[in-house]
T-cell receptor, first 115, second 113 residues
């Protein structure tokens, strides 16, 4: 089946630094990818929809200058958390839509801890 | 707007007990319905899905039936195992087009040996 690889699986960074998270579709081309944030013991919150070759669509309340999304190819979308602060610590998950069957496959997630 | 409501957890069961996690939805049109499972420290995995009314999704002993009359998609398993301990999310994809998936809040299941 469709596989989405997300890297890194966990990262610890200092306040003020930037962190890049990659989401790759390994065996299919994904024109659309999604980035979610999950707070402890809560559900997933959609942050943005990433479209290949165009600007991402951000959900209301998500700072696009802080969470930079780049979808430069049909198999790769990146989320960069800029000038990270401890409140950005969270679990970030990407998903990709397989145009073949319209299903969604999730990455394994990235746990970000900002100290 | 479209939404998903699922029972609050945590749910604690003994091994081999019967599991039901309730899920109801609000949507226009004919959404597709999903159950995802998240094991500790991992991302989400699709557990099962149903795309139209009266469809039954099943996988790994779990089942859920798409009930349009009650707008429900309850998850059931006849005999749970310790390895089923995880968080379960009910979700829908609107039938009116678009790609967004709407998730419920998740229900944490603990299974004791």
């Amino acid at each position: 089946g469709a596989v989405v690889s997300q890297h890194p699986s966990w990262v610890i960074c200092k306040s003020g630094t930037s962190v890049k998270i990659e989401c790759r579709s390994l065996d299919f081309q994904a024109t659309t990818m999604f980035w979610y944030r999950q707070f402890p013991k809560q559900s997933l919150m959609l942050m943005a929809t990433s479209n290949e070759g165009s600007k991402a669509t951000y959900e209301q309340g998500v700072e696009k200058d802080k969470f930079l999304i780049n979808h430069a190819s049909l198999t790769l979308s990146t989320l960069t958390v800029t000038s990270a602060h401890p409140e950005d610590s969270s679990f970030y998950i990407c998903s990709a839509r397989d145009p073949g069957d319209g299903g969604y496959t999730f990455g394994s997630g990235t746990r970000l801890t900002v100290v | 707007g479209d939404s998903v409501t699922q029972m609050e957890g945590p749910v604690t069961l003994s091994e081999e007990a019967f599991l039901t996690i309730n899920c109801t939805y609000t949507a226009t049109g004919y959404p597709s319905l999903f159950w995802y499972v998240q094991y500790p420290g991992e991302g989400l995995q699709l557990l099962l899905k149903a795309t139209k009314a009266d469809d039954k999704g099943s996988n790994k002993g779990f089942e859920a039936t798409y009930r349009k009359e009650t707008t429900s998609f309850h998850l059931e398993k006849g005999s749970v195992q310790v390895s089923d301990s995880a968080v379960y999310f009910c979700a829908l994809k609107p039938g009116t087009g678009g790609f967004k998936t709407i998730f419920g809040a998740g229900t944490r299941l603990f299974v004791k040996a």
